[in-house]
Every structure is written in C-alpha cells, then in structure tokens.
C-alpha cells in the first residue's frame, strides 16, 4: 500500500496552460504539504494544510491553487504555466504538524513546460 | 532567516570509505530530522534528533545533534553503494511550528 501517493508521475505540457497534481495519503494524517524541489535539488514549501484548512501559503504566486476536498486530498492546480515552473513537486504528510513530526513524502511530480 | 547549510555539496566515494556530512546554521533549531533521497522518489526519513548532544545511530550512520542545537552530522561507516543518495537536514522554522525549512543537501555517489 502507498502511503503518500501523486499523479501524475511526469506532466510535460507547453507555456500558459493549467494543469493539476493530485495527491493522497492513506496514513490517517492531519496535515498535508506542497514542496517544490529546484534542479539544485533545494526544497522549499508552498503550501501546507491542516484538516482542510489553509496552515501555510508561502511566497507563491497567485496561479497556484492549492485544494483539499478532505484531509486525505490536497491537489494543486497550476493556472498560465510558466517556465520556472519546471521543477518536481512533492507531496507530503504528517501526523500532527509539529515540529518534530516527521514527513511522509510522495515521489514526486516532474512539470517540464515547454 | 534562518537556512542549514550542508557540506559537501558532492561527495564521491570508494565503497568501504568513511564519511561525514555536515548541516550547519547560524540558529538554534528544537530539532533537526535527516532525510534520504533516491533518484525518482521522495525523502525518506532517517532520523529526527531533539537533544543538544543526543548521538543517535542506526546500524553504520551516526547521527549528533550539536551542544548549542545550531549544527548536526551525518557520519557513515564503511559506506555502500545503496547508500548513494540525496542526504538532506532539516528543521522547523521556528518553535511550535509545522514549517520545516530543508538543508541544501548533499548529493553523495559510492562506487563499488
């Protein structure tokens, strides 16, 4: 069983379109996340949920959409895609949201947008 | 700000060698957690250290958290090549918080 899992695996799509990732996790979490990981393999959050609510919105632009019909989904929908967007996006849970939780990771998403 | 940067940026390796990973920052973190990343998956959690000196092994990595909670290591003994990886510290922003700010990783490559 997969606890954290993310569809699509890659999305290859061209400049100013939308497109969504979807996410799910089966561990019974309360808080999910958003990360985005550069070619330098940094990670950096963009969103984080706690029982559907909105917990933390980074500096991310407005065409990012992040969506949690219920604590087990967060989807994130991408509006006028652009360049910088490329990159691999990771999904993530935790148990409580503290800070010592640790994260549960998806295995990603490559967007390449060309 | 507070960042954890990691050293080296690259580490290649003989299999058999030792090596150390260093994540370090000007801030005092409540804890840190050190994660693993393979090609096409996410981090994996290795281990979470809370106490300032705590040591925490699991089998041929060694983990320390520093006295004063600003720095960390990562020491593997006799390394393999299924320890080849993306090695990545991290740690909450601030206290009471779920934000985990990541290291700049290590990418380490062991070669048989």
């Known amino acids: 069983d997969t606890a954290v899992s993310q569809t699509p695996k890659y999305l290859v799509t061209q400049m100013g379109n939308d497109k969504s990732i979807k996410c799910e996790q089966n561990?019974?979490?309360?808080?999910m996340y958003w990360y985005k990981q550069d070619s330098k393999k940094f990670l950096k959050i963009m969103f984080s949920y706690n029982n559907k609510e909105l917990i933390i919105n980074e500096t991310v632009p407005n065409r990012f959409s992040p969506k949690s019909p219920d604590k087990a989904h967060l989807n994130l929908h991408i509006n006028s895609l652009e360049l910088g967007d490329s990159a691999v996006y990771f999904c993530?849970?935790?148990?409580?949201?503290?800070?010592?939780?640790?994260?549960?990771f998806g295995n990603g998403t490559r967007l390449t947008v060309t | 700000t507070q960042l954890l940067e990691q050293s080296p940026q690259f580490l290649s390796i003989q299999e058999g060698e030792n090596l150390t990973v260093y994540c370090n920052s000007s801030s005092v973190f409540s804890s840190l957690q050190w994660y693993r990343q393979e090609p096409g998956e996410g981090p994996v959690l290795l281990v979470t250290?809370?106490?300032?000196?705590e040591v925490k092994k699991l089998k041929r990595l060694t983990f320390q958290f520093g006295d004063a909670r600003k720095d960390s290591s990562l020491h593997i003994t006799a390394a393999q090549p299924g320890d080849t990886g993306l090695y990545l510290c991290?740690?909450?922003?601030?206290?009471?918080?779920?934000?985990?700010?990541f290291g700049t990783g290590t990418r380490l490559q062991v070669f048989p």
């Open positions: 991290a740690g909450p922003r601030s206290y009471n918080t779920d934000k985990l700010i």
């Open positions: 250290v809370v106490t300032g000196g």
């Open positions: 993530a849970s935790s148990l409580f949201g503290t800070e010592a939780s640790p994260l549960h």
């Open positions: 561990l019974g979490h309360d808080t």
